[in-house]
C-alpha cells in the first residue's frame, strides 16, 4: 500500500503521504511519509529531521562542512596514538592474547560491563529510557549475583539486552552538535561533545574511588589490553588497506557517534549521513552514455 | 469436589547447614532472575508493521540477502579450499550481487565527474578489486557463525535495506545492513552498513581527501599500487 503511495504521490506534487495512517507503526509512518511528500522535489527529506520534529525532539544538526577543522592538530595526536598503539599496546596486547584464552576475555568483558553499568542507567534515565533503565538494573541484578559478580553474562540469555547509553550520546539525545572532530591523546577519536561524554562517563564510576587508583587502573587496562588483542588482525587489516588511516578513523567514528544518538532517539537510519546525499548523488551524474556502453560493468555473473 | 490430597513433603535430612544453603541460593536467586525477566517482560521492539504492498517490495532483496549468506557461509564450511580457491569462490558470490558501477559512482559522488571515460571504466574495476582484498582477507580468519537475516525496509525512492545479525564467531551481535537498488531487471547491493558505519560513506570520505590532495590521477595510482601489493598472509 505504502508502495502504491509511493507512485501515487511521486506523480503529483505537494501531495500528503495517504498512507500514512495504514502503516502499522508509528515511526515507520512519520519516517517514510514526508519524504515521499517531497519526493518529486529534487532535494529528499532526511527521515529523521521529520522524525524528530514530529516527536517534539531536537532538530538534526546543520551538516557541517568540514567535519575536521583542526585536521592538522588531529593528525599530530593521532601519529602519537599510532606510535603508542604500535610500540606499547599492541605487543602487549600480542602478548596477552597469546597467554590468554579467549573465555578469559570474555569474563573481563562482562566483569567491566557491570562496573561500567551504573554509568549507562544513569544514561537511559537521562534519555527518559525507563524501560532501558529498568533492563538495567535488571541486568546489575542478576549478573552481579547469578553472574558471579559479573565474571558471567546471565542476564543476556535470559533476554535482557545490553544498553550501552553514554553521555555523549545522551547530549546528542538532547540536540547538542558533535562539534568539531578531535583526536585525544592516548584516548583516540572524539569529537568535542565525545570527550565531554567521556568525563561525564568517568563520573558513572564514582563509586570505585573507595578502591585505590591502581586497582581501578588494573581493571580497566586489563579490559583495553584484552579487547585490543581480540581485535590486532582486524587493525592490523584496515592499517594496511585503508587508502587513507586517519581518514577511515574519523569517518566511522562520526558516523558511529551519529548512529548512536539515532539509535538513542529511536530512529532506524540505514545509514548516519543524509539519505539524498550518500544513495541518490548518480541521479544528477548525466552518464546514460556510460551505463549503456558498460551495462554489465558491474554485474560480472559467471 | 472430594477430600484434599494430603501432601507429604519430605525434607532431606540436613547434614551439613552450609550444604542446605547453597541450594535455596541458586535456585532463589534463579527464580528471581526469571522473576524480573517476566516483570519487566523485555522484548525487541516490534518489527515496522509494513504494509501488504511494501512487503512484496521488500522480499526479493530480502531473499537475495539470505541466499547469498547461505552461499558464502557454505563456501566458508567448505574444508578441503585452500584460502585462494576459498577467496575466488567468495568473489564470484559477491562480484555477482554487487553493482559496482553504481557504488563507483555513489563513492566518488562529486570527483566522478572529473573521471574521463576511460578511467572510469578502469576506476570501476580497480574499487572492485580494492573491495575484494579488504572484505576478502576478512574472511581468512573465519570462524563458525551464523547470519540471522532479519526485517527488510523500503527506503526513499524504492531502495531497501535488508537487516542481518552475526550470532557465533567474534563478530557476535554485530548488525550489518544491505542496502539493494532495483536497477536493470536486477536488485544488486549498493552499500553495507557494518555496526552504523556505511561502507560507502567511508570510502567516500576517504577517496575525496585523496582527490583533494593528488586529483583523481593520483587516486586511480593509489588504487593500482595497493592492488598490486601482494597480499601478506594472515
Not at chain 1, 584464552?101 to 542507567?121: C, D, E, Q, S, Y
Not at chain 1, 534519555?127 to 547469578?146: F, P, S, Y
Not at chain 2, 550481487?97 to 574495476?125: C, G, I, M, Y
Not at chain 2, 549498493?190 to 576517504?206: H, T
Amino acid at each position: 500500500m505504502a508502495w502504491v503511495g509511493v507512485i501515487e504521490v511521486e506523480s503529483k506534487s505537494g501531495a500528503h503521504c495517504p498512507s500514512a495512517i495504514a502503516h502499522g507503526l508509528l515511526l515507520v509512518a512519520l519516517l517514510l511519509c514526508p519524504v515521499l511528500a517531497g519526493a518529486d522535489e529534487a532535494a529528499l527529506q532526511w527521515p529523521e529531521d521529520s522524525a524528530t520534529e514530529v516527536l517534539g525532539l531536537p532538530d538534526r544538526e546543520p551538516e557541517i562542512a568540514n567535519p575536521d577543522p583542526w585536521e592538522k592538530m588531529n593528525r599530530g595526536t593521532f601519529g602519537f596514538n599510532e606510535v603508542a598503539d604500535v610500540y606499547v599496546l599492541e605487543p602487549v596486547a600480542r602478548f596477552w592474547g597469546f597467554i590468554t584464552p579467549h573465555f578469559f576475555h570474555k569474563a573481563i568483558r562482562n566483569f567491566n560491563g557491570l562496573i561500567l553499568m551504573p554509568t549507562v542507567l544513569f544514561n537511559d534515565i537521562l534519555q527518559l529510557k525507563g524501560e532501558h533503565a529498568m533492563q538495567d538494573i535488571g541486568r546489575i541484578l542478576v549478573n552481579a549475583t547469578v553472574g558471579l559478580v559479573g565474571l558471567l553474562d546471565v542476564a543476556t540469555p535470559m533476554g535482557i539486552p545490553e544498553n550501552d547509553a553514554g553521555f555523549g550520546q545522551t547530549l546528542g539525545y538532547w540536540g547538542v552538535p558533535p562539534g568539531p572532530y578531535l583526536v585525544l591523546p592516548l584516548f583516540g577519536p572524539s569529537s568535542i561533545r565525545g570527550g565531554i561524554g567521556r568525563v561525564g562517563d568517568g563520573a558513572g564510576t564514582f563509586y570505585l574511588t573507595w578502591l585505590p587508583i591502581w586497582a581501578t587502573f588494573i581493571v580497566r587496562g586489563v579490559d583495553i589490553i584484552s579487547w585490543r588483542s581480540d581485535h590486532v588482525e582486524d587493525i592490523d587489516l584496515t592499517r594496511r588497506e585503508s587508502l587513507d588511516y586517519y581518514v577511515f578513523m574519523r569517518d566511522a567514528y562520526m558516523q558511529i557517534s551519529q548512529a548512536r544518538v539515532n539509535e538513542a532517539r529511536g530512529v532506524v537510519a540505514t545509514s548516519p549521513a543524509s539519505d539524498a546525499e550518500l544513495y541518490f548523488y548518480d541521479e544528477e551524474f548525466d552518464d546514460e552514455e556510460y551505463d549503456d556502453e558498460n551495462g554489465q560493468a558491474g554485474s560480472d555473473d559467471d | 469436589m472430594g477430600k484434599p490430597v494430603p501432601m507429604t513433603i519430605e525434607r532431606p535430612s540436613i547434614e551439613r547447614p552450609f550444604e542446605g544453603l547453597v541450594g535455596p541460593l541458586v535456585t532463589g536467586s534463579v527464580l528471581f532472575a526469571l522473576l524480573l525477566g517476566m516483570v519487566f517482560g523485555w522484548s525487541l521492539p516490534a518489527e515496522a508493521g509494513d504494509s501488504a504492498a511494501e512487503a512484496d517490495w521488500a522480499a526479493p532483496p530480502r531473499a537475495l540477502v539470505a541466499k547469498t549468506v547461505d552461499e558464502v557461509l557454505g563456501v566458508l564450511e567448505m574444508p578441503d579450499l585452500d584460502d585462494a580457491q576459498r577467496r575466488a569462490q567468495i568473489e564470484t558470490i559477491a562480484f555477482s550481487v554487487f553493482d559496482f558501477s553504481t557504488t563507483s559512482k555513489l563513492v566518488l559522488a562529486r570527483n566522478w565527474k572529473k573521471l574521463s571515460k576511460p578511467q572510469r571504466v578502469e576506476f570501476v574495476e580497480e574499487f572492485k578489486q580494492y573491495l575484494s582484498r579488504n572484505y576478502g582477507s576478512r574472511f581468512e580468519r573465519y570462524e563458525k557463525a551464523e547470519v540471522k537475516v532479519l526485517n527488510a525496509r523500503v527506503e526513499p525512492r524504492r531502495d531497501v535495506t535488508v537487516f542481518t545479525q552475526v550470532v557465533g564467531s567474534q563478530y557476535d551481535g554485530i548488525t550489518m545492513n544491505y542496502r539493494l537498488r532495483f536497477r536493470q531487471e536486477e536488485w544488486k547491493v549498493i552499500d553495507i552498513v557494518i555496526e552504523g558505519v556505511s561502507m560507502l560513506a567511508n570510502f567516500r570520505a576517504q577517496f575525496a581527501e585523496v582527490v583533494s590532495r593528488e586529483g583523481v590521477d593520483g587516486l586511480l595510482e593509489a588504487m593500482r599500487s595497493r592492488n598490486a601489493d601482494a597480499l601478506p598472509a594472515p
